[in-house]
């Protein structure tokens, strides 16, 4: 009675979701506060029956349940525990049920720390989430029931995707979505703002920090998959512009916007209709980029004609959600008030044009990713958008933004002055060139773009630097203590852009020197790459818990001392029959060592491998955790929680005078 006590749940979720929806926004539109007392538990009590429902779901896996339609697809009696459990999150269902939790958990988050906000805010806040929350339930309920029965019950299961047995996939998924759920914060602040009319700045105080953390959380979730891709899929990539990397993508780039245009509208006043658009954009591309990936339209986007009720529902949702909060949106927008000026050459100014590119190139991979699946939808032919048109289009577009990341913090609010600033940061602008110019001579060749991305690097990192100098030159005490008296926020955003110079700099060594060979090795015969010698000392068979593996065995040496030796792996899925790489890989700061095995050649032990040296390549991972501890380092800056104190004032003085 397990499953049946889930859907039973998620039944309840949504009779609560439709409450927490609907009479706190009726409540807020017609100033009755006891209307609006309901949304924090109604909100709080949807969470503990959709993780009632979560729960129950990964314990059918965990019990293997093959009477449970959702297991028998997507586990297996021999599958590791662990793997059974990450399962539950590995299918359609699943993951849908993993992104309605996380939704339930942001908005009990949001109930439990918005006691701060007007009765009124919160409860619109709270409403709209309940909206969101409504509408994935349903789409659960109606077409996509995690615990539908299968009977008679399955004698055993097909297996979990090979692809996702890998311990990445544990907490990718998860970040993932807490990232793209986080945006509905913003969203749904966005959306109460509009339909109290209130657009001024303290809507953007209230969900700064909260963009912020999903902003931390988005970023953890893409760097994860990008580097479980890497080590899982064999072919030594890290990123390759594939529509499922995108759809990710392009939330992130829009939060990235979204961020810095928080920060203008709250401390100036200023972009407060372009602060709006973007929380709404970020929101709209992550629902989009989820539903993309989990209705199967990126694998054939006649994927609907097999489930015509799941692809109307998907379709249907989106242009409510989106369409419905664009109309909101021209509706209330031209009663916004524009806010401060600013000169021509200003912080704001800077930010502008940052945010302007952001969108540029969001839009470029937006065409990039949606385009093809349009052309074949309209019966006009397949065609294939890949990493040449990326790389002609958004990386151009990228470095100018890039240029101004330097910049913008460094410049003064409403006018700054440019001889002023090219005096304080000539030193470093002559530097960044020098580096750029001569560095890439000192590898492997001259190339372009990796004398581009080493200026770039170079430039931002010696930018942070300035700031940390000016900052430190005032205040009183030793180094120590300067730098522990600097707040949350300067540090986080300074970490989160010294972040961007380490990933810029491992790119542009990755892109253009890494280097890797496919050879035919015998038993005992070697390969050279890069310096290294590759002797192959053949395979043996392995058996794991659900496969069975060919190992082989790579000594790595280098000027005849050794460096490692690789064991890469041939796998075979007794369940599905399906053959998987297993990649060996040998890290270190400065560069991998990266061995994958291909087909074995006859009967005499030769089998087909792939060697790769790739430079570098772990500064990509290191500079993204960089951004990640910045982006959580600045949503703690208590100057948030005392502004959100200030924001409160006026309702305890009138409860004074009262």
Partial sequence: MIPELGHFALIVALLLALTQAILPLYGAQRGRPALMAVARPAAQGQFVFVALAFACLAWSFLANDFSVENVARNSYSRLPEVYRLTATWGSHEGSLLLWVLILAFWTTAVSVFSRHLPEDMAARVIGVMGLISVGFLAFLLTTSNPFDRLLPAAPDGNDMNPLLQDWGMIIHPPMLYMGYVGFAVAFAFAIAAL???????????????????????????????????YRELGWGGWWFWDPTENASFMPWLAGTALIHSLAVTEKRGAFKAWTVLLALIAFSLSLLGTFLVRSGVLSSVHAFATDPARGAFILGFLAVVIGGSLALYAWRAPRMLTGGSFGWFSRESLLLANNVILIAALGSVLLGT???????????????????????????????????????PLARWKEASLPDMFSRLKWALAVALATGVLLPLTLDGFKPWASLGFFLATWIALTVGVAFAERLRHGEGGLLQKLAALPRGFWGMHLAHFGVAVGIAGIAVVANYASERDVRMEVDSYAELAGYTFTFRGTTRHDGPNYQAARGTIEVTRDGKSVATLHPEKRVYNASGMGMTEASVHPNIFRDIYVAMGEPIGESGAWTVRLFHKPFINWLWLGAMFMVVGGFLAAADRRYRIALRRSEMPKHIAAQGA
Wanted: charged letters at 10%; aromatic letters at 18%; a positive charge.
């Fill in 370 to 408: 949606l385009y093809p699946l349009f052309m074949d939808a309209m019966g006009l032919g397949k065609i294939s958008v890949g990493p040449p048109y990326f790389n002609a289009v958004f990386v151009p577009l990228m470095a100018p933004a890039l240029f101004l990341m330097g910049v913008g």
């Fill in 195 to 229: 339909l109290s009319g209130k657009l001024d700045v303290a809507w953007a105080r209230w969900s700064r920090s909260w963009t912020t953390v999903a902003w931390a959380f988005l970023t953890l979730g893409i760097v994860l998959g990008s580097w479980w891709a």
